[in-house]
């Protein structure tokens, strides 16, 4: 049985200790709400904005800045920043632009030395495809690091036909959300003129994108619109097949990517016999070209800033 004196003791270990820890928390609690108390750092925030890149100016103005410029309009709270995933542009602007682009890993070491803690890479894809994917792993790559307290990507254009997150929130049908913002450039046409799209092309199994499109756009009415591709399917063989089809007399080309750059003024529209046009004017075909990407259409720069604001969304959720 314990002394009386030692109990006593005891006690008034306990009370002291109790006294002495409700003073702390006291007084932590003070420095947090007293006016003027130094409030905790709030945390830096960037959009690294990625896309294959142009070595074409003009179109790199018109096309990558404006989406970017949107997207600053848009998240006036982050900081906007560039990134090319093409080395051989990157190379040439340095060269001869003496214009330093970075690659995405460059862009995000150095948001990470500056001291940003949240990061949504953001690319200009048009569809899932090997880039995209290699975006994706350097994503994972710095979040499997823990380099930033939180780090997402977002989507490209045509990612999904809709339908509902396992939280039962709804994500967009984004090839009719495309469908619909090709509208805004598409000219009137006739029973007997069409549109011809170019899109890119992989060897990616997301080059089943390009014909899915196709037929969003024939559910939209879009019957004389044709999507071919450089390098995947449909090819411009499978465009001719159809023009036939329909009895086309005129054909209007059209760059169906970011910008209008390399393949745009030289597969699409060069003088060369392979070109696009070339073949198709060989063909007996009257041919003009819509020389713009698809950067200069609000439609499509607030597609980007829809996927955007989506990607912050479930990042932060």
Not at 151 to 165: M, N, T
Not at 169 to 184: F, H, I
Request: proline fraction near 4%; glycine fraction near 6%; charge should be negative.
């Amino acid at each position: 049985m314990k002394s009386p004196k030692r109990t006593v003791n005891l006690i008034m270990i306990l009370a002291f200790m109790f006294i002495f820890l409700a003073g702390a928390n006291n007084q932590a609690y003070a420095a947090e709400t007293e006016p003027g108390a130094p409030a905790a750092q709030a945390d830096k925030k960037a959009i690294l904005v990625v896309s294959f890149g142009t070595s074409y100016n003009d179109a790199r103005v018109a096309n990558i800045d404006s989406v970017e410029n949107r997207i600053k309009e848009n998240f006036k709270d982050y900081e906007i920043r560039r990134a090319f995933t093409s080395n051989i542009i990157i190379k040439k602007l340095a060269e001869r632009d003496k214009l330093m682009i970075d690659t995405p890993e460059q862009a995000l070491d150095k948001l990470k030395k500056e001291g940003f803690t949240q990061v949504l890479v953001q690319p200009l894809h048009i569809i899932t495809g090997s880039e995209y994917d290699d975006v994706v792993a350097v994503v994972n790559k710095y979040q499997a690091n823990h380099s930033f307290k939180k780090i997402a990507v977002g989507r490209p254009i045509l990612y999904s036909l809709g339908g509902q997150y396992s939280d039962g929130r709804e994500y967009p049908n984004s090839y009719a959300m495309a469908a619909e913002a090709l509208k805004k450039q598409l000219p009137a046409l006739d029973s007997d003129t069409a549109v011809v799209l170019m899109g890119h092309g992989t060897p990616h199994p997301s080059d089943a994108a390009y014909a899915c499109f196709q037929m969003v756009l024939q559910d939209a009415g879009l019957d004389n619109v044709l999507v071919g591709t450089v390098e995947g399917y449909p090819s411009l063989d499978d465009v001719k097949k159809a023009l036939a089809e329909k009895k086309i007399k005129k054909v209007t080309l059209m760059p169906f990517m970011l910008v209008a750059g390399d393949h745009a003024n030289n597969d699409m529209n060069g003088d060369e016999d392979d070109s696009w046009k070339s073949q198709l004017i060989k063909e007996g075909y009257e041919v003009d070209a819509y020389m713009h990407g698809l950067g200069e259409n609000p439609a499509f720069q607030q597609m980007y800033v829809r996927n955007v604001r989506d990607a912050l969304a479930e990042m932060n959720k």
